[in-house]
Every structure is written in structure tokens, then in C-alpha cells.
């Protein structure tokens, strides 16, 4: 009987499109979007920091390419 089995979810990246399992990827705090590990993290290093505490915010946002949601409305 197998302890830990493969998530049967799945989820679409909103960048590039591929479906991955809704574990190996996630949502960026600022810009909201789901995105695959990829293009949330980037690297091994940016992953380790995540899982010890590091805001979870994608390649593009951290890069200043990123576009934030429209929240409050349009400013005056």
C-alpha cells in the first residue's frame, strides 16, 4: 500500500501554458497568477529560499517585468 502517492491535480501554467501537478508549481504573491516552478521560482537556489521563508514571488515580478493587478481601481 503506497504511503505517498502523485497528486492527481492539476494545474495550468498562466505564462506558458503547460500543465503541471498543483505541488511542483504555485501563485505569486504580488501578481496573483499561477504559475509552474519555472517561471515562480526559477532556480534551486530561489526554491530552497521559499521553503525557509523567502516571499513567494515569480521571475518576472522579481525581474520588475511582472504586472501587478489593477486592485483598488483606476488612481485619480
Known sequence: ???FKKSMFFSECDRC???FHIGEGGVCERCKRI???NHLHG???R???VSFGAPVIC???RSG???TPNVG???S
Do not use: D, K, N, Y
Request: charged letters at 20%; hydrophobic letters at 40%.
Open 1 to 3: 500500500m503506497p504511503v
Open 17 to 19: 501554458h503547460v500543465r
Open 35 to 37: 504559475l509552474c516552478e
Open 43 to 45: 532556480s534551486l537556489l
Open 47 to 49: 526554491r530552497i529560499q
Open 59 to 61: 521571475v518576472a515580478c
Open 65 to 67: 517585468r511582472g504586472t
Open 73 to 75: 481601481g483606476p488612481r
